[in-house]
């Protein structure tokens, strides 16, 4: 048969197929297929205007000079090149990496710690599990309004305490010495009960065999942390170390509720987020803003990039 032949022949039978009616399977699978678009189209469509369109929105309006009521003026990347020589920004992205270095250790440190005392088969641990998790759901209007009590340098119950061992009152909140350590720990308290929870999965993930042939080799408790539970646990502190740092360089409302919007005392709290929304919403700079946000995405793509790089290599994704 000649292949003129054999190619009418298939173009024949394709022609038959799709004239063929729609089997009933078929016209299910489209039915179905139809209904997940229709479901998921609110979401997408709110995915396209409130982050999509947003993100170009604000991309262009880091070109202009704007202050909402006056008529945009086209300054290209005027308003970048000013960043650099802004003395302030300049000292908001510095108490930025002080806070997101102090935290982001003592966030998992702490976190892990507490993900192992939680791990214990002890009577009653269900509610002191809720109780460690508690401060990541409670406002942070409630936990400001407690910590300020606390730090207080009158009668704070911290300054009470220390009072005890004879050591004078210290201002928490109003020196430059005290006042970013004192608002990181707050932020780290606060988001203590999810990082706890991460770890408590990743802790009750591993085999309890390993554990079991490890005893039976005489290993001691610090053995098997540091030869089994760290090295399984790898993938959880990445990824907790990863989110922590996105986090606590997002780190708006705990300065802001503590210090005050300015970041007091003189500006030693202040963060980048927070004279982000000082140069946008209370000296109407949308454009100063909105290059400050770019660059900020920028930062954070490039120290996460460094991140996977860097501590990817060491994650051990083998549980045994």
């Not at 510095?94 to 976190?111: D, R, Y």
């Not at 290993?219 to 170390?241: H, K, N, Y």
Request: aromatic share 16%; net charge positive.
């Amino acid at each position: 048969m000649s292949t003129t032949g054999i190619a009418s022949k298939r173009s024949a039978a394709a022609t038959a197929a799709a004239a063929a009616p729609i089997g009933p399977r078929r016209r299910w699978r489209r039915a179905e297929t139809l209904a997940g678009y229709l479901f998921i189209a609110p979401a997408l469509l709110h995915s396209l205007v409130f982050i999509v369109a947003v993100v170009f929105v604000s991309a262009l309006i880091s070109t202009w000079d704007w202050d909402l009521i006056s008529p945009p003026e086209f300054v290209g990347v005027e308003n970048y090149t000013r960043l650099f020589r802004d003395g302030i920004w300049l000292r908001a992205l510095q108490n930025t990496a002080i806070f997101v270095v102090l935290s982001v250790p003592l966030s998992i440190g702490l976190s892990l710690a507490v993900a192992l005392a939680a791990n214990t088969k002890l009577r009653g641990m269900t509610f002191f599990r809720t109780a460690y998790f508690f401060p990541y759901v409670a406002s942070m209007v409630s936990v400001a309004i407690v910590f300020r009590w606390l730090y207080n340098k009158d009668y704070g119950l911290i300054n009470g305490f220390l009072g005890i061992f004879g050591i004078d009152p210290i201002d928490w909140l109003g020196s430059c010495n005290t006042a970013l350590p004192a608002v990181a720990l707050v932020s780290v308290w606060k988001g203590l009960g999810f990082n706890m929870t991460l770890f408590l999965a990743g802790l009750q993930a591993i085999p309890a065999h390993l554990y079991e042939a490890a005893q039976l080799d005489g290993a001691g408790r610090w053995q098997q942390f540091r030869d089994i539970t760290w090295p399984l646990l790898s993938p959880t502190t990445f990824f907790v170390s990863i989110t922590s740092m996105l986090g606590f360089f997002q780190t708006f409302d705990s300065v802001f509720l503590l210090t005050g919007g300015a970041g007091g005392p003189e500006r030693c709290t202040l963060l980048y987020l927070n004279y982000l929304q000082q140069q946008g919403w209370q000296f109407f700079r949308m454009g100063y803003a909105a290059s400050m946000s770019w660059v900020l995405f920028a930062l954070l793509l490039v120290i996460t990039f460094v991140q996977f790089k860097v501590l990817n290599k060491r994650v051990n994704y083998e549980l045994g």
